[in-house]
């Protein structure tokens, strides 16, 4: 057992998965180039110097096309892990991974398997719009693919071991602001989500949320960074006597409802918290869900806290607003609980 | 000059009565001293009279309502008189920009929100499923809630703060007659309240059962068995002298129907229990002809045509006017059709003819708290239905308990006509279309 | 090439095949009998079987919305087929797909891909999985002179050039992308000129010519086995019928309707056949004949078939180890 960031945990779920079976490869830009980075946030780093240029493929950039090869790949035998540099660029893979990866073994009436990984780096650190998105709702709302979102270290390294070993499209999300990567491809404000990683093998399910912090007064859902604005603010709150219980659901496609309906049926109370615009985003559909399966338990409306309806800002001072804080998640819960 | 109309403190013991139907809908012209509207107090329902005449410009409750006494129920106005405006409307949230949503600023804190005075309960799922089980009257609870609403703990704040032992009206009423100091007693109903059973049994442990010999009584009334009267108790005695009267019960869980009611009611179709009733009957009936049969002489008929008795009670006695071809006609047809009976009946305008023909009858006594009883048939039909009160209690639905509105239907039947059989399946298919009434769109 | 080497007879077989498919689709469609829409490929027989004529059963094959054509020359059987388009729980796909998604993984031909371009990087793929698995399968996409255009065939074709993945690009330009001429959307001549930009082999063949397509194929697919790397070849030919069923064909003048339809490869290729004495008008007849049949059965078969279940909507999204 010893304490990994989320970086050093990926590489290693990556490396031991293809030391384990060598039909897996990486496919990305800038993923094998030598004296290079490793990636744009490091998780490839020497994996080309132990398994080859052949396993460890970088591609040009071609974002589109880099996706249509790893399910081509998939498709025909071998157990890709594709990833772009950043979640934003996925729009330019959509039609590979939504129309083709996500609908093929539907189309062929289950006789073939597409046993894809994507990984995407996501959230906001001031780099402007384009390199701060969060897209987990596009990818949630797609039938045929399964969306992971790991916030610690060793959630990282099992649910990525458990996605190259899943028959079904995987894309797992990863937050920049969670990563600790060392070196320049450092990320300014970064918080540590490095944990005790064991060093035996061992998977995390797909399918399967956790109960972050027991507590009686009210359920707060988050995932990736928004787990760890859920957590501060449940401190805070203990210290007025409001015992938040805090759920992260790992996996976003499958979900683990009974988890959060289990809970929310005990406290009678939901806030959702999420880095992502509020409009049609993944809050609304956990909040639709609970207010449809667990109406008559509900002691208070259900509450979303999200970044608000505009495209991520450059500024330090305009990025601290938009990224739900741990401020407004306090604000959420005394406002369902009927306090100032 | 517009004229708030109050609710009058009509009850005996209690404050709170329930507002029962409007005579009239608003933008109808209301004469002074009319009957406007049914009030239920603790002890009978009773028509309150326009204080003023003019339009009813504005009505702040809906039949079945929780009404105060001394609280605004109702505006009467000239038809272009300008009204003040009853209630703060809520002010929408600042705008940043056109198009874009304004920056998620602090959430409006709860006290501040605005609430209109009477009418609607803000209270939240859970709140609401605790009181219905304890029936716990939500306009006595005090919200601490998101937005001003009640919430589960000032449900369970009440229930705690209760001081004195609760007691129903009809068990107080009968430890007040007997003279008991209701307030030693412990209670036995749900959450501590003392029952009428609580009394009966306090009062026999008393004293012992006086002798027969009475003292001298004097009258206080003297009527004689004439008219009306005469009529009912020669009917009434040469009912159960003749028939051979079986009464089968059965409780029905009229918690869909009552929704059902709740639902016309929000889209502005306001009907009775009792409308809802004849409705169902006349499926029933049609269904089940044999109960739609009178005997004359010595043979049976089984009618066609279903006409349903309505019993009203009237300040003369017991009518009952006949609901023609209830089976073919709409709720709302059938609810403005008793509407006016009942007007008739009790104003004394009905007809020999509005009061014959009927094929089957249907009494209420719910309004009244009776839950089930024996009703009379009434000759020369087959049978009739007695309606109980709807009352939320606790019922198992599969491991759980939980409140839901239960009602006794008491079908009395004359078995010289009808078997015991085919009377349950009548009463049974009565039941199912009161508790699954969606199944009367089938 | 002499006209003995190559299968001849076998290839006028499978284009017939596929022609008299084709038109039993068009009838039973005007018929009302399939709830599918249909893109037929009549015309261009020619470009599918003189390919798939060098494919083992294990090589991959990626079509298109116009996919009918390829999966007959690949393998896939009649009754499949028909059973898709008529939306039967015994269709290739289940009922799930309809006529853009034929395919049978067990003959290498995928369910067809209807985003135009799609395939392409998708075979190069499956290219990369049959190198890296140390196979000599080959894959091939066939796709339109429209999908030339699109950005997955620059990055597709590309990424297979720059690993030399054993990978065959077969641009059926039939002069039209729906209904846009080609010399709309091009200031070249033919899409195989663009083969330089990616340093790979680019060749024109007649696609009207059966066994000109063959040759080419062939050279291209050997190639591709044994670790050349890919090859984008153009087989011109002519749609002899509309895009798609809703297509009047106005865009298209009658006198290049004419032209195209003298060179129909079919009844070319059986003048060829008699010529050179490998076959006789009854054999020619015979061979009518049979495929009638074929195409009959298939047919039967379909309207025999049973619906899918409403609920089968549900199943075959993910695969769960269960249901292996």
Not at chain 3, 114 to 126: C, E, K, Q, T
Not at chain 3, 237 to 266: M, V
């Amino acid at each position: 057992m010893a304490i990994k960031t989320i970086v050093e945990a990926l590489r290693e779920a990556i490396a031991e998965e293809m030391r384990r079976d060598p039909r897996v490869i990486c496919i990305g830009e800038d993923i094998g180039v030598e004296g290079g980075w490793g990636g744009a946030f490091t998780v490839t780093l020497g994996l080309a110097e132990e398994f080859g240029h052949e396993r460890v493929l970088d591609t040009p950039i071609a974002e589109l096309g880099l996706a249509g090869v790893a399910v081509g790949a998939a498709i025909g035998g071998l157990r890709p892990i594709a990833d772009v540099q950043y979640g934003d660029f996925l729009f330019l893979c959509m039609d590979m991974l939504a129309n083709q990866a996500a609908k093929m073994r539907y189309m062929s009436g289950g006789t073939l398997t597409v046993p894809l990984v994507m990984r995407a780096p996501v959230g906001s650190t001031r780099r402007g719009a384009q390199h701060a998105q969060s897209l987990e709702a596009f990818f949630t709302h797609i039938p045929g693919l399964k969306v992971l979102a790991p916030s610690t270290a060793y959630d990282a390294k099992g649910l990525l071991k458990s996605a190259v070993r899943d028959d079904n499209p995987v894309i797992i999300f990863e937050h920049k602001v969670l990563y600790g990567s060392k070196g320049p491809r450092a990320v300014e404000g970064a918080i540590s989500a490095a944990g005790e990683v064991p060093d035996e093998e061992y998977l995390v399910p797909i399918g399967k949320g956790v109960i972050r912090r027991p507590g009686r007064d009210v359920t707060i859902v988050g995932k990736l960074l928004t787990v760890y604005r859920a957590m501060a603010a449940a401190e805070r709150l203990a210290q007025e006597g409001i015992e938040a219980e805090v759920i992260d659901p790992r996996t976003l496609v499958p979900l683990d409802k009974e988890l959060i309906l289990e809970s929310v049926r005990k406290t009678g109370r939901l806030v959702v918290v999420e880095e992502d615009n509020l409009t049609g985003g993944w809050a609304g559909d956990i909040a639709a869900m609970v207010a449809e399966e667990a109406f008559f338990y509900l002691d208070a409306p259900i509450k979303r806290v999200s970044a608000p309806d505009v495209p991520a800002p450059f500024a330090p001072v305009m990025e601290q607003f938009y990224v739900p804080s741990e401020e407004r998640v306090i604000e959420a819960v005394k406002w369902v609980m009927g306090q100032k | 000059m517009a004229t708030e109309v109050l609710v009058p403190p009509l009850g005996a013991t209690v404050d709170t009565m329930t507002l029962v139907k409007w005579y009239k809908e608003v933008g109808e012209t209301v004469t002074q001293g009319a009957a406007l509207f049914a009030l239920e107090t603790d002890k009978a329902t009773l028509d309150v009279e326009a204080p003023a005449s003019g339009v009813l410009r504005q009505i702040m409750a809906q039949p079945g309502d929780a009404v105060k006494a001394l609280t605004p129920i109702a505006v009467i106005a000239a038809p272009d008189e300008v009204l003040a405006p009853s209630t703060p409307a809520a002010k929408p949230a600042a705008v940043a920009e056109p198009g874009v949503a304004a920056p998620p600023g602090p959430s409006p804190s709860p006290s501040q929100a605005a609430r209109p005075a009477g009418g609607r309960v803000f209270i939240s799922p859970r709140a609401r499923r605790l009181a219905e089980q304890y029936a716990v009257p939500l306009e006595a609870l005090s919200p601490s809630g998101p937005e001003s609403a009640i919430v589960e703990r000032d449900v369970r704040a009440y229930l705690a703060a209760q001081p004195t032992p609760a007691i129903t009206p009809v068990a107080r009423r009968m430890a007040e007659e007997a003279g008991l100091d209701w307030r030693q007693l412990t209670g036995s109903g749900p959450a501590g309240r003392i029952v009428q059973e609580d009394v009966s049994r306090a009062i026999e442990a008393m004293q012992p059962a006086p002798p027969v010999l009475s003292p001298v009584n004097e009258a206080i009334q003297t009527i004689p068995l004439r008219g009306v009267r005469g009529v009912i108790a020669e009917r009434m005695a040469r009912s159960n002298a003749t028939t051979a009267r079986v009464t089968l019960t059965a409780e029905a869980d009229a918690t869909a129907l009552v929704a059902l009611r709740q639902q016309l009611t929000q889209d502005g179709v306001t009907v009775s229990y009792n409308d809802l009733f004849l409705y169902i009957l006349g499926r029933a009936l049609r269904e089940h002809p044999q109960l739609n049969a009178s005997l004359e002489g010595d043979t049976i008929q089984v009618w066609r045509r279903i006409h349903i008795g309505l019993a009203v009670d009237t300040d003369r006695g017991l009518l009952v006017p006949v609901v023609r071809d209830a089976d073919s006609k709409g709720l709302l047809q059938l609810a403005r059709e008793t509407q006016t009976l009942v007007e008739r009946a009790r104003s004394g305008q009905c007809s020999p003819a509005e009061l014959s023909g009927g094929t089957f009858t249907l009494t209420n006594l719910g309004m009244l708290g009776v839950d089930a009883f024996t009703p009379v048939i009434n000759l020369p039909e087959c049978a009739i239905l007695g309606v109980g009160r709807i009352k939320v209690k606790p019922v198992m639905v599969g491991e759980r308990v939980v409140g839901r509105h239960m009602v006794w239907l008491s079908l009395s039947f004359d078995h010289r006509l009808v078997d015991g059989g085919p009377a349950a399946r009548f009463l049974q298919r009565v039941t199912q279309l009161t508790e699954r009434p969606h199944l009367l769109l089938a | 090439m002499s006209d003995t080497q190559a299968p001849l007879l076998e290839m006028y077989r499978k284009m017939l095949t596929i022609r008299r498919f084709e038109e039993r689709c068009n009838l039973l469609f005007m018929q009302g009998r399939i709830p599918s829409t249909l893109h037929l490929y009549i015309g261009q027989e020619a470009v599918a079987v003189g390919v798939c004529a060098h494919l083992r059963r294990d090589d991959y094959v990626l079509s298109t919305h116009r996919p009918h054509g390829h999966a007959i020359a690949k393998g896939v059987s009649l009754n499949s087929i028909m059973a898709e388009l008529h939306a039967k729980a015994t269709g290739c796909c289940k009922g799930k797909g309809g006529s853009m998604h034929v395919g049978d993984m067990s003959v290498g031909m995928l369910p067809a891909i209807a985003i135009v371009g799609a395939n392409i990087p998708i075979a190069a793929g499956l290219a990369l999985a049959n190198k890296r698995l140390g196979t000599d399968r080959v894959a091939v996409a066939f796709f339109g002179d429209g999908a030339s255009n699109e950005g997955a065939f620059h990055e597709g074709v590309n990424m297979a050039a720059i690993w030399d993945l054993p990978v065959v690009f077969v641009c059926e330009n039939n002069l039209y992308g729906a209904s846009t001429h080609y010399s709309k959307v091009s200031k070249l001549e033919n899409v195989a000129d663009r083969a330089c930009a990616y340093g790979i082999p680019g060749v024109v063949v007649d696609g009207m010519d059966v066994v000109a397509v063959y040759e080419v194929a062939g050279e291209a697919i050997q190639r591709a086995r044994q670790g050349g790397g890919p090859t984008l070849i153009e087989a011109k030919t002519y749609r002899l019928c509309g895009h798609s069923r809703s297509d009047p064909r106005n865009y298209r003048s009658k006198e290049e309707e004419a032209f195209w339809q003298a060179r129909d490869p079919i009844p070319n290729l059986a003048g060829r056949l008699k010529a050179a004495g490998l076959v006789t008008d009854e054999q020619l007849e015979a061979i009518e004949q049979e495929v009638l049949a074929e195409v009959d059965a298939s047919v039967a078969f379909a309207e025999a078939s049973p619906s899918p279940e409403p609920t089968d909507a549900l199943t075959d999204v993910f695969y769960t180890p269960q249901e292996a």
